[in-house]
């Protein structure tokens, strides 16, 4: 418990940390038709972020523990040989998506062609760094060495915050110059935390893939997981980027807002998955992780009910730039309440997703996450053709409470139906995938 206690109020300074971050942005930028455009584009970089770091974050922490010294150095080897690949076609995708796709779907800008180019490749430079940034936070956390995990994106905003500061340093194009120095620095700070640990690259070393094979496809089926819940904000994003100039910025914003009392408790998950993942060999109960699960909603439903409760005080707080006038704070108002009511489900889903990660259950994960893109999009057909752009949230706390009752459901009738399945697994890890 008191690692537990240190590492969460380790987490919560270094999430408000990230809120000054976002309170920078929101302020210095506003919400415009130019803003839509610019999250649009950076929206599909962060879906490629996300996925590349949680997917390889997730499958990964379980994975370490199974492999031995030498297995390691060799997986990494493949890993790394995998992401340069990957992460270069990913750069001759993401230059041409940023110039032609966003006015399919209304959202242009003032930008020149070479300044979009320009700001293009700024973005697209991050998943790489990401990239790398995982597989050094995966083995961290599954070595125990929370610290480094719990803050890592922190030193993305310390990154990222001090060019912001500066006077001259405001619009779009230096907000992308400042989100790639901070992924920079995230990922120099966590190589630099991991040391050697015994794993070294060498471009001349063979590219084993067969004996890994049932480790990339836990990857995979965890890139499908994530690439699922990245796309259901992004598709929230499209679907009221035509109500009007500025709508899909402010969706943005609530969004986000809504992810920080999520992250204030996420130094929780991460100490779950790391602490489950080396017990796994001893075995890990579906109540156990059902308990945590009730907790951390607990904790959630407690959080939201206060911050709903004081919106009218830290709201103006937020948003304090008359750019902001009472009509978009009315706005911001009522999609934060739907958001937040969801939060306490989110929580839940997220120590219940920790406990299928342990357990190997992979694939479950990944059809949930296709899942949840299928009904989110008809809760949005039904909700923003009722209620405008506040029918986004509604149907963002309805998805939440759709997945946690999925998750836990689905929890109790494996731990009911394949009891036998799971020690058998426990006892022979090598062969759960």
């Not at 084993?208 to 836990?218: D, H, L, Q």
């Not at 946690?404 to 009891?419: D, I, N």
Request: net charge positive; glycine share 8%; charged share 10%.
């Amino acid at each position: 418990m008191e690692k537990h206690l240190s590492y969460n109020l380790l987490n919560i300074f270094s999430r408000l940390f990230n809120f000054l971050l976002f309170w920078l942005i929101v302020n210095k930028l506003g919400a415009s038709g130019e803003t839509d455009w610019f999250f649009f584009v950076y929206g599909f970089v962060y879906f490629f972020v996300s996925t590349i770091f949680f997917s390889l974050e997730f499958a990964l922490v379980p994975t370490w523990p199974l492999l031995s010294e030498k297995e390691r150095e060799r997986f990494w080897q493949t890993c790394i040989f995998f992401g340069l690949t990957g992460t270069l076609l990913l750069q001759l995708i993401g230059v041409p998506f940023s110039l032609y796709l966003p006015g399919l779907f209304g959202f242009s800008s003032s930008f020149s062609y070479g300044h979009t180019i320009f700001l293009s490749v700024i973005l697209f430079l991050q998943p790489p760094l990401a990239f790398f940034s995982a597989l050094h936070c995966s083995l961290l956390q599954s070595s125990g060495r929370y610290f480094w995990p719990i803050t890592h994106i922190s030193w993305r905003t310390l990154g990222v915050v001090p060019i912001l500061l500066l006077p001259f340093c405001n619009g779009i194009t230096w907000v992308g110059i400042a989100y790639l120095i901070g992924e920079l620095l995230r990922f120099l700070v966590l190589m630099g935390a991991k040391g050697s640990n015994g794993i070294s690259f060498r471009l001349l070393r063979p590219i084993e893939i067969s004996p890994f094979k049932k480790y990339f496809e836990a990857i995979g089926w965890m890139a499908l997981m994530i690439s699922a819940s990245a796309l259901n904000p992004y598709i929230d994003l499209v679907m009221v980027g035509r109500l009007g100039a500025g709508d899909a910025t402010l969706v943005e914003y609530a969004a986000r807002l809504r992810g920080m009392p999520v992250l204030l408790l996420s130094g929780t998950l991460t100490i779950l998955l790391g602490d489950w993942s080396r017990k796994y060999v001893q075995e890990l109960s579906w109540n156990q992780v059902t308990r945590y699960a009730w907790r951390l909603g607990l904790c959630g439903l407690i959080m939201g009910g206060v911050l709903i409760l004081s919106q009218p005080y830290w709201i103006p707080l937020v948003f304090t730039v008359k750019k902001f006038d009472s009509g978009l704070l009315n706005t911001i108002h009522r999609l934060m309440v739907w958001y937040i009511l969801g939060t306490p489900f989110l929580l839940i889903t997220g120590a219940l997703g920790r406990g299928f990660m342990v357990l190997r259950q992979f694939r479950l994960l990944a059809v949930m996450g296709v899942l949840s893109v299928f009904v989110n999009v008809i809760l949005n057909v039904m909700f923003i053709e009722m209620f405008g752009v506040q029918g986004v949230a509604i149907s963002t706390a309805l998805l939440d409470l759709f997945l946690s009752s999925a998750y836990f459901l689905s929890g109790k009738m494996l731990s009911e139906r394949r009891q036998k399945s799971w020690k058998a697994d426990l006892e022979n890890p090598q062969e759960s995938l």
